[in-house]
């Protein structure tokens, strides 16, 4: 699997998990209407979930991970 293709995948699945826990429990504790707790997920899980990105090295392409929890990139 190409770089670029294992970066999209991760974003994708970070994203995923994070966006139904944030669905889950503000749907267990908040009664709002579907649509505004499907979008507040959204938002919650789009600003937690870590962010992966290919990028062109020397030694041929990485993939690197960024995520406000940690300092820097590091590399997957």
Do not use: C
């Not at 503000?26 to 709002?32: E, F």
């Not at 507040?40 to 406000?68: C, H, R, Y």
Request: aromatic fraction near 14%.
């Amino acid at each position: 699997m190409r770089p670029k293709h294992k970066a999209l995948l991760f974003n994708f699945i970070a994203f995923v998990v994070l966006f139904l826990i944030a669905r889950l429990v503000l749907g267990y504790y908040l009664p709002i209407n579907p649509i505004f707790l499907a979008v507040t997920s959204a938002i919650i899980a789009n600003v937690l979930a870590p962010k992966f990105g290919a990028i062109q090295t020397d030694d041929g392409e990485k993939v690197l991970m960024k995520w406000i929890f940690i300092k820097g990139m590091r590399e997957i």
